[in-house]
């Protein structure tokens, strides 16, 4: 793995990481259809070299590398050692993948090395965002793609605020995830950043990590509830039997599922003059 220069790794990110590596699996049965359906917008090709930014556990750049073949290349970027240490013991067999520590924002890689930089959920921290897609434009090739997903608002996710009323936690929310709810917002960043051809689609989807147990778990250790319990571990206790009530008065315990509320972007750097 390379490391690239690290700015300062935040503690609340080498905590969210901490708490993904322990339930990443799960993490990957709900979110898993949400990053599907940007792949698809992709239209990738074998031979193709992409950029999985914010690649956390690995579980894109497996479906990232069937498309692109041995002949392709799949590059994860994460700053969280921990998640690519398991996004490198999974993706061990396949010669196509390589990854890199580094803060994506800044991340040095050839300028017009890339056919297409993808983030599902990975480019909503940034401290500058143009300037972070300004440096996307300039690694990718003429007319590269570029697509991402990331989270509508926090009140369009049931995935989110539900667990937070069912605890009845009235804390301040950190609203980082949801920092690109507005489209255009969104729109704005990519222009000034020199894409074009800039398409924001709603997509909305009922996500489960499986049964009642799962889905208590995952609530409990990320997303906005999970993100509060870290940081206040005492409230453990009393949210998770409210939690799982909830979540129980659903219907169905074998399959718990909630409303998730995204955008897939996608945009394209200019083509190359004639
Ligand atoms: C919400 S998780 C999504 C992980 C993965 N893409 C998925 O869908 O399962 C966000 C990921 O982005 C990473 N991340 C956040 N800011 C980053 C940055 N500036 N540079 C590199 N990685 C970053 C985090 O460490 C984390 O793994």
């Known amino acids: 793995m390379l490391k ?3 700015a300062d790794i935040s503690s609340q990110k080498l905590l969210h990481a901490k708490a993904w590596a322990e339930v990443y699996e799960l993490i990957d ?7 599907l359906g940007a792949i698809k917008k992709l239209g990738l090709s074998a031979g193709d070299t992409v950029a999985d930014i914010g690649c956390g556990a690995g579980q894109t750049l497996l479906q990232l590398a069937e498309q692109v073949g041995t002949e392709g290349q799949v590059i994860g970027v994460d700053v969280a050692p921990l998640l690519l240490e398991i996004a490198g013991q999974r993706t061990k067999p396949l010669s196509q993948v390589r990854l ?7 991340l040095d890689l050839p300028s017009e090395s890339l056919d297409v930089v993808f983030s599902p959920f990975g480019v909503m921290s940034f401290n500058d965002p143009v300037s972070a897609f300004t440096n996307f434009r300039r690694l990718l090739k003429p007319s590269g793609k570029l697509a991402f997903s990331c989270w509508r608002a926090l009140e369009d996710n049931e995935l989110d605020h539900f667990p937070l009323s069912a605890v009845g936690i009235r804390a301040k929310v950190d609203e980082t995830p ?3 709810a507005d489209p255009e917002y969104i729109h704005g960043i990519l222009e000034a950043a020199g894409f074009e051809e800039i398409v924001i689609q709603s997509h909305d989807e ?3 990590s499986g049964d009642l147990d799962a889905m208590t778990s995952v609530l409990l250790k990320v997303g906005p509830l999970g993100k509060i319990i870290r940081e206040n571990p005492a409230l453990r206790a009393t949210s998770e039997p409210r939690l799982r009530q909830a979540l129980a ?3 169905d ?10 955008w897939v972007v996608t945009a394209r750097t200019k083509a190359a003059p004639r």
């Open 4 to 6: 690239q220069d690290l």
């Open 100 to 106: 890199i520590q580094a803060d994506a924002e800044s």
């Open 206 to 208: 009922k996500v489960s």
């Open 249 to 251: 008065a659903l219907g």
């Open 29 to 35: 049965v709900q979110l898993s259809p949400l990053g």
């Open 178 to 180: 949801f920092s690109f």
């Open 253 to 262: 315990p074998s399959v718990v599922q909630l409303l998730a509320s995204v």
